[in-house]
């Protein structure tokens, strides 16, 4: 044989890579889409900006809410707009301890998204673990498994979350722990969906036949191709935990008004909302209602531009 | 005698991100009743797109942007929507390669057939039923009054693609639009379909465009070939012509692919680099950078030779005997 | 003494269903098979060094054969050896793969090769996992493979959605190579591929194999790939191997009636319009196998004796052919005649 049959002309033969997009490329084309929609490019504004008021509240905030010493009872109920002994305006007025309404929306909701991420974060970590090992080992794992979280799915989340807690007790912990208990299913559903689909494909056939560990084929093969689904069900999952922390509060059975977080404040007001004082519950409402909507606005457009049927 | 195909100037675009993609560039031949024209062509030619341009199913971002389609003397593209959709699946029928795209998988085949017949003409449901078997017949199916009252998944690949070219038959349309319709199939089905096929064009007479990336098949079975490369025809001719003695480099270098026409365990001649990306082809000739002919010539658009009722898309075609 | 061998394999894989179905299907009184027959009593050996061709239509068996082979099924009955030891053992309904030397390449590129995972990670992991290169030597190992496989060695920071069908086919087969495994298998390699980059993939395997003195299954439908590449083809149909021979013998004068069915359906390039022979009727479900022969109700030279006898594989010089024509007759006139 000649010497142009060597596998040095092989490399000759193959000149170059076919330009397609880079990883930085198809993240700008991802944003090119997602500014399409002038709500979710509004929603994702809103939910920085909430961010930015919960996470500095300590720096834009007037007044510290947690401070007992720097509350006055003789500013209580101040109107909105109204001039307390402090000397600057409540723009929300403030409730019947005399703290400033702005102020405890700013750390309740500080609460609000410590808990809804860290919740949703725990959640999505347990759920990732009970989807994948379902999945990949199947037959009675898998059985057992889903059939608790099915059983868990046909329950209302508040119902489960409701119980918990009142095992638990009050603290932030707590409540964490009750909704990641009523939320990990979500996850484990759905990573077992996907999962179950990329199962089949051959490249983790190709993995197991290698032969690879079980635990790299699982996180460095499954994990990474189950992910899209789940930053999708992740984002309207993180909403969900803020209303169901609220509600929880909102019953008396999540934090202390000492903790302020959006639900206890709504909670807190709910006793006025039938007198003139009913901003004590409508302001932390609204805000809770605007975090909530924006991100599931922002979930919405992240679901339509990862839809593998919407065509590219 | 009237063509019953003949596309001119067929030119299809599709928008991208990348730019406008010319998927099938100035296409044009012409098929005569009962003959069978083999388009052949690599992924990305254009081959299917070509077939899809002429029943006018380009969907958006895509779009016919010229020529004509001329179907017994008649242009499709000229016709309001609604009249062709009248034409479609009554003088030109198309054939997917995979049946499903056809049949749908909740009605009975003889119910889906007879809804088939009684779109275009007002006959009875036992007349449409009769016409229905009568087609399953001519694709040779063994005892059609049972395939008639069977659900598509109740049938193997291959009869489920004989019902599909059966359903194209049921108008006797003038034109046959086939896109890979034996690529999924096994070779002793394929075998099967190849044969009844070619009786049906020489029968019916029937026109039929068989789309297809497997030169051996189409070799066995058309009567012309058309190469496409990158959106163009570059060579077309007579199919034992062509292949016995092909004049564009690219056509050479795709015969010279095939296994079977070399010494086994020989290293094959093959042709240099991938297909090309539609949306950053080279100026002038799309083979250029594979092409081991290619001279300063070739960035200019290369000239369509003809001769003898072949032409080649080539500045330097091989040379043939005549 | 052969490097692979393969004992008396078999294969079945039963549909699990819920109580619900079975109950169901107790009410309506019909309990459909469920049993897939897909490999049936399949002794083959490989040389060392040699390429075996498996030939055969889909419900044949070859992929199935191929996956046990490389460790992702294990039989029902029977072994697979390399050099006297077994490629994987099935506890408590998991396959364990005991050994790194037989890699498998898949049929389609696009699905084969992790899209998320850069493709010099990919060629990378194994031969790191098992500890077959030093760890300091990786990055040199992985650039050297990919040159041989007729790749940039810069390519490594890719991921696979970057390459074409026949540059993916070659990482994937840069991937098994640095295994260095003593055995290949390639499950319908090229199907999947453009005629012009088959041929480059071919001509690469080639060049491999001549390098590298590779030993490979090579599975394949495309009766001229196989012959292309292969020193022996086995033909197999409904789980069961119908031939064995050399190449050349095999494609100059197939003995088997499939065989001679088979070669005579393909059409052939430069042999103009074809007058085809088709096999009549379809090839049956291996759910269903029929009795007998798999082939009799196919084959225009079935006697009595192939609808209720199993031909067994007896050879014949360097060949061997599963059928009663060559094996003193059908039964039927015409067959007798025929065998000598």
Redo the contacts between chains.
Sequence with gaps: ?SDT????S??????????????ATRLR?FWADYRRSPAALLSLLVIVVLLVLSFGAPLLAPQDPYDMAALDWLDAFLRPGEVGSGGYTHLLGTDNAGRDMLSAIFYGLRTSFVIGLSACALALAVGIVVGLTAAY?G?RIEAVLMRVVDLQLAMPAILLALVLVAILGQGVAQIILALVVAQYAYFARTTHGAAKVERG???I?????????TG?VLF??LL??VLPPLIVVATVQVASAIALEATLSFLGVGLPLTEPSLGSLISNGFKYIHSDRAWLSIYPGLFLMVTVVAINLVGDQVRTLLDPRR?? | MTAALQVRGLTTRFDTRAGAVTAVNDVSFSVDPGRIMGLVGESGSGKSVTGFSILGLIEAPGRVTGGEVLVEGQDLRALPPDEMRRMRGRKVAMVFQDPMMTLNPVLRVGDQMAMAVQVHDRVSRRAAWDRARSALETVGIPAPGERLMAYPHQLSGGMRQRVAIATALLHQPAVIIADEPTTALDVSIQGQILAEVRRLADDTGTAIVWVSHDLAVVSSLADEICVMYAGRIVESGPAERVIAAPRHPYTRGLIASVPSSHAPGGRLPQIPGSTPQLSSLPAGCPFRPRCDRATDLCVTEPPRVAAAGRTVLCHHPLEVAP | MSLLTIDHVSKRFTRPTGAIVRGLEKLRGQTPKRTVHALTDVSLEVARGEVLGIVGESGCGKSTLGRIVAGIYAPSDGAVTLDGAPVARESRGTVDKLTTRVQMIHQDPFASLNPRMKVGETIAEGPRQHGLIPAPDLRDRVAALLSQVGLEPAYADRLPHQFSGGQRQRIAIARALAMQPDLLVLDEAVASLDVSIQAQVLNLFLDLRRDLDLTALFISHDLSVVRHVSDRVAIMYLGRVVELAPVAPLYDAPQHPYTQALFASVPRLGEGRARFHPIKGEIPSPLDPPPGCAFHPRCPFAGPRCRTEVPRLKPHDSRAVACHLHDGGTGATTGTSEAA
Excluded: I, Q, W
């Design positions: 044989m049959l060597s596998p040095t092989s490399t000759a033969a193959v000149p170059s890579a076919p330009p397609l997009d880079s990883r084309h080992f037959g494909k051959d490249y056939e190709a993995a197991r036949s290698t032969p690879l560990s790299r460095r093969h990474p191709n065509a590219t």
